[in-house]
């Protein structure tokens, strides 16, 4: 079973986060994530807001690093592990950026990055950032087609309605031949776009029976990954059992790879959960083969 960590500290939501994650800086983090890539986790992720509207802080918090100075961050201080985008809103950048930022980040990191992308939902945002809010669907769709002409191409082109590019080169590009582009979302439309345009899906916000349905509703390859969420913080520790039923549940209703949120009282706290959830994975992939 992979495994994947919702990096504590980098986004700290209202009910979810932790005490402890305010006063977190970078030692924190560097030590979960080299305890993290020694216990053979999958991943780790990193969200994107530039800016959140204070009338949104409440629900949405107002806490978020930056991903690609976080994730190449992350990726000096681990081997293994791959970096997750979780998500880029792709509305806020050209496709030409990400390949240049993105494919270095790629490049340093031996290629562990994994592009997650979504269309975004805080019109407030967009509109701050002189993005395209009404269109941002379709202008998603053509950046993951434009980013596939150029992630890995040092000599790109793409003549799309939104994007067009030719006759530039962008060095360096990522390492990877084909970087894995996982969609995130709540709707059936994210899934379709997941199905026919990307390499994975990862769905927020759903509950398991809903995963399950819209799973069954949509015609998905068995190459696209279904990256699902633990929803609630899992507690290996302190109950081994519901952790194992958690997971469990997620894999039966569909789940390739699993990103856990992870309950701690501190730092330390949380590298002790890792090695006990690597146990109840490694009990779970056993009993499954």
Not at 118 to 127: I, M, P, Y
Not at 132 to 144: K, N, P, T, V
Not at 247 to 272: F, M, P
Request: glycine share 10%; with cysteine.
């Amino acid at each position: 079973m992979r495994i994947g960590l919702s990096t504590p500290v980098v986004m700290q939501l209202p009910g979810v986060s932790s005490a402890w994650e305010e006063r977190a800086g970078a030692d924190e983090l560097a030590r979960i994530a080299r305890t993290a890539d020694e216990h053979g986790f999958d991943h780790l992720t990193c969200p994107e807001h530039v800016a959140v509207p204070a009338e949104e802080a409440d629900r949405r918090g107002v806490t978020y690093w930056d991903p690609l100075s976080t994730l190449s961050f992350l990726a000096a201080h681990t081997r293994r592990l791959r970096l997750v985008t979780a998500v880029l809103v792709l509305g806020y950048h050209h496709p030409l950026e990400i390949a240049k930022r993105y494919g270095t980040l790629d490049r340093i990191s031996g290629g562990r990055l994994v592009l997650g992308v979504g269309v975004g939902s805080l019109a407030a945002e967009f509109d701050l950032l002189g993005a395209d809010y009404g269109r941002r669907g379709e202008r998603a769709d053509e950046a993951i087609a434009a980013l596939r002409a150029s992630m890995s191409s040092p000599r790109p082109r793409f003549d799309g309605e939104f994007y067009r590019f030719d006759g530039f080169t962008v060095q360096p590009c990522a390492q990877q031949a084909r970087v894995p582009i996982w969609v995130g979302g709540r709707t059936l439309r994210s899934l379709r776009r997941a199905a026919h345009l990307g390499d994975g899906w990862m769905p927020f916000g759903l509950r398991t029976a809903q995963i399950s349905d819209m799973l069954a509703r949509v015609d998905t390859p068995a190459s696209v990954d279904v990256v699902l969420p633990t929803g609630r913080a899992v507690d290996p520790l302190g109950d081994r059992v519901g952790t194992y039923e958690r997971l469990t549940a997620l894999r039966s209703a569909g789940a390739t790879a699993i990103t856990c949120t992870v309950s701690a009282q501190s730092a330390e706290h949380y590298c002790d959960q890792l090695g006990a959830l690597s146990e109840v994975a490694a009990e779970i992939t056993e009993e499954a083969m």
